[in-house]
């Protein structure tokens, strides 16, 4: 039996977002999931119907409309000493979580100094559990405040985010070395300003390119004062994976796939590149497209001219084709490309309620990463998406990405078989 080993000082870990488990933040996704619950709901069946494996066991969530109403969460803001001693019981060596700017600087200006010590509370408990705290300073969400200044949009949001990053080295500088600006910062910009299915629900290039120039803006700056304020300190991005293969392997599907990756991946990281320690990879699917010229075609997730093909490989609950070839393919590009910044997987999960796939998409993606190290790249560690089932954006909760299995009823958690799995791993340092 032949084991894959990692590296002596490889970083096992989980991730979470704030808005997606704490429970009650008031922010502009809290005040946009109560305008749009209803719309969500009656939307469901024709977005997911045709797309998820198994309609017929989300579909009683998919269609209320409290399924997309962050509410409570899971509690996780109340609960954490409870969440951190569930991964310390798994061998987990890293946590990251997201700081909620909305409940540090609720008004500008203004900080809170009840939510400054509670995220303390939560470094504290951290560290003495032995977990390494990479910190998320942003993770979509805005206080209301710079929601209605027009948010990434004006350019005033590099200044006031500077000043928010200010206030957070200045009372967890000796706390934090692993400091993540900007979470997935062009999926933000395109479900945000282009697409309309995020707030603040635009569809407007002109906006979407001042929100791509704030946010290079505001990572680079907010890195500056990371660096200058605390000593040792290492900065990164977490960026959204976007790795597409060519139907057919067709040309015009290669050209398509071509500007995918250079406008998606590649342009904002290079503008990004000297202002960053390390890149934070998050895959979950691969994305087979197609330039639909004929108006015909294979049977596809999305219409018009350009598809993504439903390919033939295994499906997440929500319809996701998952890769580990394409994981690997990735990092070994991104490594290429910015030779000299060593890489972390910040995010790999799947949608599984029934926990069927989730210990073979950890090992199989393991093994793609390995393949990866084996081969030259500096890939220093691995989270997985995520430590507790939660709100999965604008789609609700029916998702379930979690080690751990959530009862929103009364916010028990339950360990799950491949969370177990996942721990074995972590204690061998590799797997089979």
Do not use: C
């Not at 704490?22 to 709901?41: F, I, K, P, Y």
């Not at 805005?142 to 500077?162: K, S």
């Not at 960026?239 to 998606?264: C, D, G, Q, T």
């Not at 910015?338 to 993606?365: C, M, T, V």
């Amino acid at each position: 039996m032949v084991m894959k080993i990692f590296p002596p000082n490889f970083i096992w870990g989980t991730s979470t977002s704030a808005h997606q488990i704490e429970g009650g933040n008031v922010n502009d996704w809290s005040q946009w999931e109560l305008r749009n619950a209803d719309r969500l709901a009656k939307e469901a069946p024709g977005k997911f119907e045709n797309v998820v494996p198994r309609w017929d066991l989300i579909k009683a969530a998919a269609t209320d409309p409290q399924n997309y109403i962050s509410g409570k969460a899971t509690d996780h803001y109340h609960l954490f000493r409870e969440d951190i001693a569930l991964m310390r019981s798994l061998n987990i060596k890293a946590f990251r979580f997201s700081i909620e700017w909305a409940r540090i600087e609720p008004e500008r200006g203004k900080f809170d100094q009840q939510a400054i010590e509670h995220y303390a509370e939560v470094l504290g408990v951290l560290k003495e559990s032995g977990i390494e705290p990479f910190v998320t300073l942003w993770h979509r969400t805005n206080p209301l405040w710079i929601a209605e200044i027009g948010g990434w949009a004006n350019p005033e949001i590099v200044r006031h985010f500077g000043n928010y990053v200010e206030k957070l080295t200045e009372v967890y500088g000796d706390k934090i070395k692993f400091w993540m600006t900007l979470n997935e910062p062009i999926l933000s910009l395109v479900g945000g300003y282009l697409g309309g299915v995020y707030p603040p629900g635009k569809k407007n290039i002109f906006a979407a390119l001042k929100v791509f120039k704030h946010s290079v803006a505001a990572h680079n700056f907010s890195s500056e004062i990371i660096h200058k304020n605390v000593a040792g300190a290492q900065v990164g991005i977490p960026h959204a994976a976007v790795y597409a293969e060519a139907y057919k392997n067709r040309w015009y599907n290669r050209a398509l796939v071509s500007l995918v990756h250079y406008f998606a991946d590649w342009k904002y990281l290079k503008a990004i590149e000297r202002h960053t320690d390390f890149i934070g990879i998050q895959y979950y699917q691969r994305a087979l497209l197609n330039i639909n010229i004929l108006g015909k075609g294979a049977a596809s997730q999305s219409g018009g001219l350009i598809q993504q093909i439903k390919g033939a490989g295994p499906e997440s609950d929500m319809g996701w084709e998952f890769s580990p070839e394409g994981l690997y393919r990735f990092i070994k590009e991104a490594q290429q490309r910015f030779p000299k910044i060593p890489l972390y997987i910040s995010e790999n999960g799947i949608a599984d309620a029934e926990d069927q796939f989730r210990a073979g998409f950890i090992k199989e993606h393991l093994r793609a990463a390995h393949r990866a190290i084996s081969e030259g790249v500096d890939l220093r560690g691995y989270f997985y998406w995520s430590l507790l089932d939660n709100l999965e954006w604008d789609k609700g909760f029916w998702p379930r990405f979690g080690l751990l299995e959530v009862d929103y009823k009364n916010f028990k958690r339950t360990v799950r078989d491949s969370a177990r799995i996942y721990s074995e791993i972590i204690k061998n340092n590799g797997l089979e």
